[in-house]
């Protein structure tokens, strides 16, 4: 296998794994908050169905865990064996934040372990909420050091080059680079927010399914009303990126654009298709993307006519911002609606159509987040630490990365697969009017 050979499929191999773990590590970040959130409303509230409701969502979250730390185990591998070049030039400063990664790690699974294990066990519910915190603390924490190394990888500092190594290296520098706020920000929130509709989905399609019980009902509530404002929270942040963009990486956003000449009064092109050079069909906002690069309708916006043809990322990344942009919409317009809706108390909101547009939104949400990566990454091409090191010298010479490809996509079918069987089947024997009934016969009490 030639280097070219090679580097084709490691990077095919890398993206199949982080557009693999994406999906699990996004639900490890934001289920936790949502179990704390459903965990402290029914304490407030004094109502068994969000306990029981973060009870619930806390078993699934374990299955997916699980699988999280397959995932994240193969990714720390794939960096040694698929890009050994550039460990060995950048991996002493990432090494930082990976190891904090994992430590946060394990302080979030020690606590969900006794979080799980001590249910019914406190006669006081807000000692048990207590657990959650350093729960959701970890898995947040643990996305932003893993967000802090690619962010490193975007805005490369804290070093100096001599003779092709780094030296006089301040890993605390390079962690806060100038990518981290918006990339750590923007990853965080995301998660918050996918983690919402994905619930939000699964209730509407257990109404749907004819399970009217209010238990569905108040969890399709209580997610749709937090996916809102993480929804809103996301489209803040986005902006923040677009200027940080603009000032220290202006060929990703001109590429994710199409803003192919430096001009002021820069117009936002959404949509469209590039036919032989051409924009054609495309929507032009005027002005929009000087507002969104530096807050001022006629200030200059550097277009790709500046940076030479090898360091131009693809300009596919342009379809990868239309579609993560329109579904991030679709979903703040969604859940408003649906919470307007409900403060107004119309009706369309509990139509069977509204609720199948929710159930869409759960893996609407999903492609928006692989999306996002997928123009985060591209995006930083043809670099791999951008300025210092091309992709295609940070990769293996090995010729059994093809062999290596077939055999991570088959680990991944059997993953995906066995967690969605296990996910299943471990809620349909145990639904949630049965589990009802046996906590009213264990306590004495109506609950249900």
Same mark, same amino acid.
């Given at each position: 296998?030639?280097?070219?050979?090679?580097?084709?499929?490691?990077?095919?191999?890398?993206?199949?794994?982080? =557009?693999?773990?994406?999906?699990?590590?996004?639900?490890?970040?934001?289920?936790?908050?949502?179990?704390? !959130?459903?965990?402290?409303?029914?304490?407030?509230?004094?109502?068994?169905?969000?306990?029981?409701?973060?009870?619930?969502?806390?078993?699934?979250?374990?299955?997916?865990?699980?699988?999280?730390?397959?995932?994240?185990?193969?990714?720390?591998?794939?960096?040694?064996?698929?890009?050994?070049?550039?460990?060995?030039?950048?991996?002493?400063?990432?090494?930082?934040?990976?190891?904090?990664?994992?430590?946060?790690?394990?302080?979030?699974?020690?606590?969900?372990?006794?979080?799980?294990?001590?249910?019914?066990?406190?006669?006081?519910? #807000?000692?048990?909420?207590?657990?959650?915190?350093?729960?959701?603390?970890?898995?947040?924490?643990?996305?932003?050091?893993?967000?802090?190394?690619?962010?490193?990888?975007?805005?490369?500092?804290?070093? $100096?080059?001599?003779?092709?190594?780094?030296?006089?290296?301040?890993?605390?520098?390079?962690?806060?680079?100038?990518?981290?706020?918006?990339?750590?920000?923007?990853?965080?929130?995301?998660?918050?927010?996918?983690?919402?509709?994905?619930?939000?989905?699964?209730?509407?399609?257990?109404?749907?399914?004819?399970?009217?019980?209010?238990?569905? #009902?108040?969890?399709?509530?209580?997610?749709?009303?937090?996916?809102?404002?993480?929804?809103?929270?996301?489209?803040? !942040?986005?902006?923040? =990126?677009?200027?940080?963009?603009?000032?220290?990486?202006?060929?990703?956003?001109?590429?994710?654009?199409?803003?192919?000449?430096?001009?002021?009064?820069?117009?936002?092109?959404?949509?469209?298709?590039?036919?032989?050079?051409?924009? #054609?069909?495309?929507? #032009?906002?005027?002005?929009?993307?000087?507002?969104?690069?530096?807050?001022?309708?006629?200030?200059?916006?550097?277009?790709?006519?500046?940076?030479?043809?090898?360091?131009?990322?693809?300009?596919?990344?342009?379809?990868?911002?239309?579609?993560?942009?329109? !579904?991030?919409?679709?979903?703040?317009?969604?859940?408003?609606?649906?919470?307007?809706?409900?403060?107004?108390?119309?009706?369309?909101?509990?139509?069977?159509?509204?609720?199948?547009?929710?159930?869409?939104?759960?893996?609407?949400?999903?492609?928006?987040?692989?999306?996002?990566?997928?123009?985060?990454?591209?995006?930083?091409?043809?670099?791999?630490?951008?300025?210092?090191?091309?992709?295609?010298?940070?990769?293996?010479?090995?010729?059994?990365?093809?062999?290596?490809?077939?055999?991570?996509?088959?680990?991944?079918?059997?993953?995906?697969?066995?967690?969605?069987?296990?996910?299943?089947?471990?809620?349909?024997?145990?639904?949630?009017?049965?589990?009802?009934?046996?906590?009213?016969?264990?306590?004495?009490? $109506?609950?249900?």
């Amino acid at each position: 296998m030639g280097n070219e050979e090679a580097v084709f499929f490691s990077r095919v191999l890398t993206e199949l794994t982080l =557009s693999f773990h994406i999906i699990y590590a996004t639900i490890g970040v934001g289920v936790p908050l949502m179990i704390m !959130i459903a965990q402290w409303v029914g304490i407030k509230k004094n109502d068994e169905h969000y306990i029981l409701l973060a009870r619930r969502w806390a078993r699934g979250f374990v299955i997916t865990v699980a699988v999280g730390v397959v995932t994240g185990t193969a990714i720390g591998m794939q960096l040694s064996l698929l890009w050994p070049n550039f460990m060995e030039l950048a991996g002493h400063i990432i090494a930082l934040p990976l190891f904090m990664e994992t430590f946060t790690f394990f302080f979030e699974a020690i606590f969900l372990g006794i979080y799980l294990y001590t249910w019914d066990r406190f006669e006081n519910q #807000k000692k048990h909420l207590l657990l959650l915190i350093p729960v959701a603390i970890g898995a947040s924490a643990s996305a932003v050091f893993i967000t802090i190394v690619n962010a490193f990888m975007n805005a490369p500092q804290g070093f $100096d080059v001599v003779d092709g190594e780094l030296v006089n290296i301040s890993p605390l520098l390079a962690m806060f680079n100038p990518a981290m706020p918006t990339k750590v920000a923007h990853v965080v929130v995301t998660a918050y927010m996918t983690a919402a509709f994905v619930l939000a989905a699964i209730a509407a399609f257990r109404l749907l399914k004819g399970s009217y019980h209010i238990y569905h #009902k108040k969890a399709l509530y209580l997610t749709m009303k937090v996916g809102l404002i993480f929804a809103i929270a996301t489209a803040i !942040i986005g902006d923040f =990126s677009g200027k940080y963009l603009a000032e220290y990486q202006p060929e990703k956003l001109a590429a994710a654009e199409w803003h192919f000449e430096t001009e002021e009064n820069a117009p936002l092109i959404l949509y469209g298709v590039m036919d032989d050079g051409e924009v #054609k069909y495309a929507i #032009k906002i005027p002005f929009a993307l000087s507002i969104l690069a530096h807050g001022n309708p006629t200030s200059e916006v550097i277009g790709l006519d500046q940076f030479p043809e090898d360091e131009i990322p693809p300009l596919y990344i342009h379809y990868l911002f239309d579609l993560m942009v329109t !579904i991030g919409m679709g979903m703040v317009a969604l859940s408003g609606l649906y919470w307007l809706g409900k403060r107004l108390k119309l009706t369309f909101v509990d139509s069977r159509f509204y609720r199948w547009l929710i159930v869409l939104g759960g893996p609407a949400s999903i492609i928006a987040i692989e999306a996002g990566w997928w123009l985060a990454e591209v995006g930083r091409q043809p670099w791999i630490l951008r300025g210092i090191m091309r992709v295609e010298d940070a990769a293996t010479t090995s010729a059994h990365v093809d062999t290596m490809l077939v055999l991570f996509a088959g680990l991944y079918i059997v993953l995906g697969i066995g967690s969605i069987v296990v996910l299943t089947r471990m809620f349909r024997k145990n639904p949630v009017e049965q589990e009802l009934e046996d906590r009213h016969a264990e306590r004495g009490g $109506d609950i249900s």
